[in-house]
């Protein structure tokens, strides 16, 4: 990856951001690798579900400081990878920060069918899905799954081995598919 860019991968909950964030991350010598869910878990007291309708403000909050933290290392000459869910509502955010930090952005949705998504996440979390958490990755997932212009962001993890899903994120990478902003 080049230094001072900053690459957002994203998608609904079992789409694979972790995975490839990580093999990516793994591939370089010098990386910044942010996981998005660290800024939500440090809300010790007072944290909301982000799938909720009343945690706008928190949301809004938490993208924003994850964003001035990517865009910060990647002004500082680091490459950085961003593994988290940042909708198409968010990228704004996320524009703004490395506009005025001077860094570019690149943005890859990861999206499996919504069985596939269930199933990944079913298998991660054994005993801990029910049906409100259920709820919230479905409501996470249909965000992503029609988003217009930014269509040509999307690569499709259904069936597709990871180690596949990280040389087309990173060849999309190496030839802009993915920039936001330059």
Excluded: C
């Excluded at 910044?32 to 800024?39: A, I, M």
């Amino acid at each position: 990856m080049t230094p001072g860019t900053v690459l957002i991968i994203t998608g609904p909950p079992g789409s694979g951001k972790t995975t490839v964030g990580q093999m990516l991350a793994d591939a370089e010598e010098r990386v910044v690798l942010l996981d998005g869910d660290e800024f939500w878990r440090v809300i010790r007291r007072g944290r909301m579900s982000p799938w909720l309708p009343e945690s706008h403000d928190q949301n809004t909050a938490v993208v924003r400081i994850l964003a001035t933290t990517a865009a910060g290392y990647a002004a500082a000459g680091y490459p950085v990878i961003v593994d988290g869910i940042v909708g198409p509502w968010f990228l704004p955010v996320f524009t703004d920060a490395t506009r005025e930090a001077g860094v570019a952005l690149h943005y890859v949705v990861l999206r499996a069918s919504l069985a596939v998504a269930l199933e990944r996440v079913a298998d991660r979390n054994v005993g801990v899905v029910d049906a409100g958490f259920e709820a919230g990755i479905r409501h996470m997932w249909r965000q992503f799954s029609d988003l217009g212009a930014l269509e040509r962001h999307v690569v499709d993890t259904s069936a597709t081995p990871a180690d596949v899903v990280g040389r087309q994120v990173a060849d999309g990478y190496r030839s802009d598919v993915f920039r936001v902003l330059r």
